[in-house]
């Protein structure tokens, strides 16, 4: 295609938003003339889905709930007047919380200030404070913030010996909507047990952000907890980053609050336009369709070309995957969606798996993230007139061009800098998106059976973990077939499990026979 033919089509399919100071360029997509013609039954129903949605229906019908993270960020299109208070009330006092750890008036127990966060949570609950701690972070901050985000023993030790000589001055924050969630228990209880030697009461130093009424808030509320704040049932962990799972780390790092929702609230205002041409999350979820088919055959690159978004590819594989990746649509129909999510950040790509985007199979579409401001102080010349950051600005449009004459297609947000209000304005992008498409291809993007259905097997394997345990003897070795007969489990199971407990037990012994099935484990003398 000629480059003048580009430049036509640049501007013909090249969106900018005024306020908030935003553009989307599609025009690297090489979608017919008529595509949006054609998807225009699925768009007018996918507009009225989302409307619905934001006025309160039932969103999620697997679990009869709303859907209701449009209101966090505008609480007056909350459907009734408790919900707007809610909202409201809870901003309001995570915002006091905050101010009265930084004045000191909520201290550490020897009264000091709280200087450090521990966030204790999985998930919607890590991912998205994650995400904005590594955006909107500096020095300046008057907290930073430690995570744990799995249940790896090794995992914890790094970050306590990050944190040791610091732990009288840590607040920890524990996350979880059920409070059963095992990850962040085991968080919890490790957390708990490391102050505790340390001769500190937990329970002066912990915050709770859970649903009302669950174990935890009630945990919380027995053991005298420094604070509790809600997590609603209207709100799923992936799109709960608005609420108090992302708003009470968020206010305690001394972040503008604020302005992250207003930046939510501005994009939502214009992502509710009808016209197709003038929706940015509409077009969005459109190019996701056009680019696998409605079927997700190609994978979703994220290239960010600013080191302050580097972690927004892990944050939308979970938005993304877990709310489309479904077995079954909305009609019961089998049809096994979703989209695959990567990427790292721009140029460090490029000295990595642009390689193969360029060159290799073609299963993928490119969304580039431009950032306009480069930096905050003085410009510095690298060359004559010219600074680093043109050369990013050069490697991104050198890119997405040597891309594109190989066939390549990509999408390019642009926003002019990292600050709380575009960082909030981009999540909200995605959010709507990721909603239109659930509509666009008929399923329900609110639930996540498949994971549910991975923490039934996980607990049925540490049920079967104890019955092994037990069932060893200190006389003679056992192999693992033996052992499944009599307890009545599947033999590769029973190995598994008897090679992760001679691994981390110095009671149990492991002798290695000529394979597998001729392993034998007994308990030490």
């Not at 130093?205 to 609603?232: C, I, Q, Y």
């Not at 994009?267 to 190019?287: F, G, H, I, S």
């Not at 019961?332 to 460090?348: E, L, M, P, R, W």
């Not at 990509?410 to 002019?416: E, N, Q, R």
Request: charged content about 25%.
């Amino acid at each position: 295609m000629a480059s003048s033919s580009l430049w036509q089509r640049f501007q013909q399919y090249f969106l900018r938003y005024d306020e908030p100071d935003f553009s989307i360029d599609i025009s690297r997509m090489k979608f017919p003339d008529d595509f949006l013609d054609k998807m225009r039954p699925k768009i007018d129903k996918a507009f009225a889905a989302m409307k619905k949605l934001e006025a309160g229906a039932i969103a999620n019908p697997d679990e009869q709930r709303m859907v209701g993270h449009y209101w966090l960020r505008n609480p007056a299109l909350a459907p009734n007047a408790k919900l707007r208070a809610d909202i409201e009330e809870t901003n309001a006092r995570i915002k006091k919380f905050a101010a009265d750890v930084h004045a000191g008036k909520i201290a550490a127990e020897d009264g000091k200030r709280f200087q450090h966060i521990l966030l204790i949570g999985i998930g919607g609950s890590a991912l998205g404070p994650q995400f904005i701690a590594d955006a909107l972070g500096s020095t300046r901050d008057p907290m930073d913030i430690y995570f744990f985000d799995n249940t790896d023993p090794d995992g914890f030790d790094r970050v306590f010996a990050k944190i040791d000589k610091q732990l009288s001055q840590t607040l920890v924050v524990v996350i979880s909507k059920s409070g059963g969630t095992k990850e962040t228990r085991n968080g919890m209880l490790e957390a708990e047990a490391k102050f505790k030697k340390s001769g500190l009461q937990f329970s002066k130093h912990t915050v709770a952000v859970t649903g009302v009424g669950s174990e935890l808030d009630k945990h919380a509320e027995k053991n005298g907890w420094l604070a509790r704040f809600p997590m609603h049932d209207w709100v799923g962990g992936r799109t709960s980053v608005m609420s108090a799972v992302g708003l009470v780390p968020m206010a305690l790092q001394g972040f503008k609050i604020d302005n992250f929702l207003s930046g939510g609230a501005a994009m939502d205002e214009r992502t509710r336009a009808n016209d197709v041409t003038q929706n940015a999350a509409m077009l969005l979820a459109l190019m996701w369709h056009y680019a696998g088919n409605g079927r997700g055959e190609k994978d979703m690159v994220i290239l960010p070309y600013k080191d302050r978004l580097a972690l927004f590819s892990r944050y939308l594989q979970q938005l993304v995957m877990e709310s489309l990746g479904k077995e079954k649509d909305l009609d019961g129909n089998i049809v096994h969606q979703g989209i695959a999510v990567y990427g790292n950040k721009g140029s460090t790509d490029q000295h990595a798996y642009v390689q193969q985007l360029r060159d290799g199979v073609l299963n993928f579409f490119i969304t580039f993230i431009e950032v306009g401001k480069d930096r905050h102080d003085n410009r510095c010349e690298v060359e004559k007139g010219i600074t680093s950051g043109d050369y990013l600005e050069g490697f991104l449009r050198g890119t997405r061009s040597a891309l594109y004459e190989k066939g390549r297609e990509s999408i390019t947000l642009s926003i002019p800098e990292v600050n709380a209000f575009y960082v909030g304005a981009l999540v909200a992008l995605y959010e709507r998106a990721v909603g239109f498409y659930g509509s666009l291809v008929n399923v329900n993007a609110y639930h996540q059976p498949g994971v549910e259905a991975g923490k039934k097997a996980a607990t049925k394997l540490l049920q079967l973990q104890k019955q092994v345990r037990e069932s060893l003897s200190n006389t003679a070795g056992k192999t693992a077939e033996e052992i499944a007969r009599s307890v009545d489990a599947d033999p590769e199971d029973v190995f598994h499990v008897l090679r992760h407990l001679a691994s981390n037990d110095s009671q149990i012994r492991f002798v290695t026979g000529e394979g597998p099935g001729d392993d034998k484990f007994l308990l030490a003398e």
